[in-house]
């Protein structure tokens, strides 16, 4: 597990530089997951290390494969300097704990909701799991366990997730494209969805 973490850490560092914080969170029952924060300019990024460190389990599966099974960590992007984002620690503490705790598998196109503003006065209580692949490559680990993944979180307004339980991620997404829609402002407003 420790070996895990430490090559993670490793591809949060190679992709992101250096952690500026971090903070960490341990549920009754669970293993220790830490929240790390990358300054880039006026984006901030904060990437889960520890939800990886254990396969996820279908949680109708008779036993857990302490090996085989989907790894993932969680990266959530914002604009820096609007509003303190930094309380968004444990909410993502959570939303990475939730495999361990729930028996979740996190994959794209999921929702995950916190049931509170992500931060202070956030208009987001929810977010939307996205590919893996584009900020931070996936990590290859020693066969026969699977590759780690660092899923992008896009925040949700209330109406928003409610209307991607209707039409789907794909709609949702489409929907924020066409109308310009900047999923790193902390303080946007929902995008129109009639």
């Excluded at 692949?133 to 660092?150: A, N, T």
């Amino acid at each position: 597990m420790a070996d895990v973490l430490a090559l993670v850490e490793a591809r949060l560092r190679g992709g992101l530089g250096e952690a500026d914080a971090r903070a960490a969170v341990t549920f009754l029952g669970t293993d220790r997951i830490e929240v790390l924060r990358f300054t880039d300019g006026d984006v901030v990024r904060y990437a889960t290390l520890g939800m990886s460190a254990q396969p996820m389990t279908d949680p109708t599966a008779a036993l857990a494969d302490p090996v085989r099974g989907p790894r993932a960590e969680l990266v959530l992007s914002v604009r820096g300097g609007l509003v303190d984002t930094d309380k968004v620690l444990r909410p993502l503490a959570v939303l990475a704990a939730s495999p361990q705790v729930e028996g979740l598998v996190v994959a794209p196109g999921a929702s995950l909701d916190v049931g509170e503003p992500l931060w202070p006065g956030a208009p987001f209580t929810s977010v939307l799991v996205a590919e893996s692949g584009g900020l931070i490559e996936d990590l290859e680990l020693d066969e026969p366990m699977d590759p780690v993944r660092f899923l992008p979180l896009l925040p949700m307004t209330p109406n928003e997730a409610a209307w991607k339980r209707v039409h789907g991620a794909a709609a949702l997404q489409e929907r924020w494209l066409s109308s310009g829609t900047d999923l790193r402002d902390p303080l946007r407003k929902s995008v129109p969805l009639d």
